[in-house]
C-alpha cells in the first residue's frame, strides 16, 4: 500500500531526510502507508497545541468558558502581578481567543522548552502573569509555547481536570488511543504547547477526524462549528512559504488550499479538505519546508 507514496520516497530518500512514518486517508479510507521501522509512539511536539485547541472547544461547548475569558478572571490572584505596566499591556487582559491565535503580546514569548527546563518558579501561571506585554494582545502574531501553556491552564482551571485527563473520555479513546502520555508541569498542569506522545497512526485518525469536522465513527467528537472555527485563518503572520499563510486557532494554514498541525523536527497532520485528504507524517528532520515541498510535489497531485 505505498504505490501514491512511490515518488515521495524517492524525494525524501535522494534528499536524505529521515521520515519514520508515513499515513495518507483518501475519502475516509487509508490508501498509503509506510514506515522505516516501527510505527511507536514518539513526542509530537507542537502538534500538542492543536489537541489542546481541542480541550478548549469543548469546554466551550460545555459553558465552561468563552472565546473572551480573560486571565484575569480565570486567576485572579495573578491579575495585580505587573505594577508598572500600562493597562492595555496587562496580562490579566488577554483573552482565550488571544492565546487561540498566539496574539498574547510577547515580544519574546515565555516558556519556551529551554527557559521551562531552567525555571525555578514551579507555578508557571504565576510566572506567566507575572510579565508585562510588550503590546496590546490581538495586534499581532508571534509564535508561542507559553500561550498554549496557558490555554491548557485555563481549561484545567474551569472544568477541574488536565487537559489530558479531559480529552481521555472525549477524544483520546474514542480514537483508539489508550493511555496517552501528556507532559504536564511541576504542579500537575498538562503541557498543552508540546509533550504528548502518539503514533502517527493515530495521529493519522486525528486527522481524519478533524476532516469530518469533528466525527469519528458516526459520533461527534468535537463540535462541528468548533473545528470549522479552529481550522481557518485568523490572524497574519510572516514566514517561509507555508509559514505564511495565516494562523488559526493553534493550526497553521498552508499552500494548495490546506491547514495543518505540526511539530518540531518534522511532524506533520496535513489536512487537504478539497481532496477529501489527511497526510500523516513523522520525522527526525529540521528541514520541515522541504518535507512540505515533497508532500505537495509527490503525494498531492495523486490525491
Not at 262 to 286: L, M, R, T, W, Y
Request: with cysteine; charged share 20%; aromatic share 10%.
Amino acid at each position: 500500500m505505498t504505490a501514491i507514496l512511490d515518488r515521495f520516497l524517492l524525494d525524501i530518500r535522494q534528499a536524505a531526510f529521515h521520515i519514520h512514518s508515513v499515513r495518507v486517508w483518501r475519502q475516509g479510507e487509508q490508501v498509503a502507508s509506510w514506515d522505516q521501522t516501527a510505527d511507536v509512539r514518539r513526542p509530537q511536539h507542537s502538534i500538542s497545541k492543536s489537541f489542546t485547541c481541542m480541550a478548549v472547544g469543548l469546554a466551550i461547548a460545555n459553558h465552561k468558558l468563552s472565546l473572551d475569558t480573560t486571565l484575569g478572571e480565570v486567576f485572579p490572584a495573578y491579575a495585580e502581578l505587573v505594577k508598572a505596566a500600562a493597562p492595555s499591556h496587562q496580562p490579566s487582559r488577554i483573552t482565550v481567543k488571544h492565546l487561540l491565535t498566539m496574539s498574547s503580546g510577547h515580544d519574546s514569548p515565555p516558556l519556551w522548552a529551554e527557559e521551562r527546563a531552567a525555571l525555578t518558579e514551579k507555578d508557571w501561571v504565576k510566572y506567566y502573569m507575572s510579565l508585562p506585554l510588550d503590546r496590546s494582545p490581538g495586534s499581532r502574531f508571534t509564535y508561542s509555547s507559553g500561550d498554549s501553556f496557558m490555554l491548557s491552564a485555563i481549561v484545567q482551571a474551569c472544568v477541574g481536570c488536565s487537559v489530558q485527563e479531559y480529552l481521555r473520555p472525549r477524544l483520546f479513546e474514542p480514537l483508539g488511543m489508550k493511555d496517552v502520555d501528556w507532559e504536564s508541569s511541576p504542579l500537575g498542569v498538562t503541557l498543552g504547547c508540546a509533550g504528548l506522545s502518539i503514533s502517527n497512526e493515530e495521529l493519522s485518525r486525528f486527522g481524519q477526524m478533524l476532516l469530518q469536522r469533528g466525527s469519528w465513527q458516526g459520533q461527534q467528537l468535537v463540535p462541528e462549528e468548533w473545528i470549522a472555527l479552529a481550522t481557518r485563518r485568523h490572524i497574519a503572520n510572516a514566514g517561509s512559504l507555508d509559514w505564511s499563510m495565516g494562523y488559526g486557532y493553534q493550526f497553521w494554514m498552508c499552500s494548495h488550499n490546506a491547514y495543518r498541525a505540526d511539530g518540531a523536527h518534522g511532524q506533520f497532520c496535513i489536512i487537504i479538505p478539497e481532496k477529501e485528504a489527511v497526510i500523516a507524517i513523522n520525522s527526525e528532520e529540521d528541514r520541515m519546508q522541504d518535507i512540505l515541498h515533497c508532500v505537495w510535489q509527490g503525494i498531492l497531485p495523486l490525491l
